[in-house]
């Protein structure tokens, strides 16, 4: 391995590691800023000033914030990330490790969607700009960006659940791969309609370059063409731009999996929110931030080995 690349791989993790430590203090003092008092959410209105007091301290909320701070990052380095509020004999990790695989299986069933609609439509739309697939494509990319989650997941559900009934409604059996695809088509939509975007501006301006141009002189197939001596290439920004999205797509499965009333980072992070959950908050935003910077340091790294002149600029 040349030392060029050791140093681009070495800057790429360095700068990741800063990144993640940076964002433990900024979850620690927002979750903070969240307004209401855990301990009158646990205990209502009803509840005397001396439960109030003594749950405060059993709940350590009553020593300064540098003491949390302290007892937070403790928490951070065994890996427990605190206890709930609400299920004191729990830790905030064993909480999220039961419901993390329902959030990764949408993300990866969302991403799968977005990659499968936007590469190929795309592709034809860079193939026949100014006709009728480029215009299918853009007014695609629109609609797809123009539709919120929110709106898009109850939309699916009267269609294909309700009125078609081809499709189980929220809670229904999950264990089913069907349950998936409505879920599924709500968090990849938005991000299918950016990468449909990328896709399409990348190919034309790789289509107008000069190798591509020699190609065709020598009459390589059309197919071959964009498949091969095209798509290759024009695909290495829609990684970064798919790297990018992550985080937009992250933020959708929470509100998507409320929608459907499935298991999983965003169902617990909302239940934890309302009822002032603070460690559970943090724990959820913070291993979302964390996969975010992970994927992001994945692609770096997976473009810095694909594109020397990455690695070398």
Not at 37 to 45: N, R
């Amino acid at each position: 391995m040349s030392p060029g690349l050791l140093r681009y791989l070495a800057g790429r993790l360095l700068r990741a590691l800063l990144t993640v430590a940076g964002l433990v203090t900024i979850v620690f003092l927002l979750v903070r800023l969240i307004p209401g008092d855990p301990v009158e959410a646990i205990l209502g209105d009803q509840a005397g000033p001396e439960e109030k007091a003594e749950l405060r301290r059993a709940l350590n909320l009553d020593e300064p914030i540098g003491a949390q701070y302290v007892s937070f990052l403790g928490d951070m380095a065994d890996g427990s990330m605190g206890t709930s509020f609400r299920r004191p004999d729990r830790s905030v990790w064993s909480l999220m490790r039961e419901v993390l695989p329902y959030t990764l299986v949408l993300a990866l069933a969302a991403l799968a969607v977005a990659w499968s609609v936007a590469v190929p439509l795309g592709t034809l739309a860079a193939a026949h700009a100014g006709r009728g697939w480029d215009k299918l494509a853009s007014a695609t990319a629109v609609a797809g960006l123009a539709i919120p989650n929110i709106w898009l997941g109850p939309l699916l559900i009267l269609l294909f659940g309700v009125k078609l009934r081809w499709l189980p409604l929220p809670g229904d059996d999950l264990a089913g791969p069907e349950a998936l695809i409505l879920p599924a088509l709500t968090v990849g939509t938005a991000l299918a309609a950016i990468l449909t975007r990328q896709t399409r501006a990348s190919m034309i301006e790789v289509l107008s370059q000069q190798y591509v141009s020699a190609a065709r002189a020598r009459g390589v197939r059309s197919s071959s063409l964009l498949l091969r001596h095209a798509l290759r290439n024009a695909l290495l920004p829609v990684m970064t731009i798919g790297a990018a999205q992550l985080g937009a797509l992250l933020s959708g499965t929470v509100v998507t999996e409320k929608i459907f009333e499935r298991p999983g980072l965003g169902t617990l992070f909302l239940d934890a929110f309302f009822a002032r959950d603070i460690p559970v908050v943090q724990g959820c935003v913070l291993v979302i931030a964390i996969i975010y910077v992970a994927v992001n340091l994945f692609v770096d790294l997976a473009y810095g080995l694909v594109d020397p002149r990455v690695r070398l600029s």
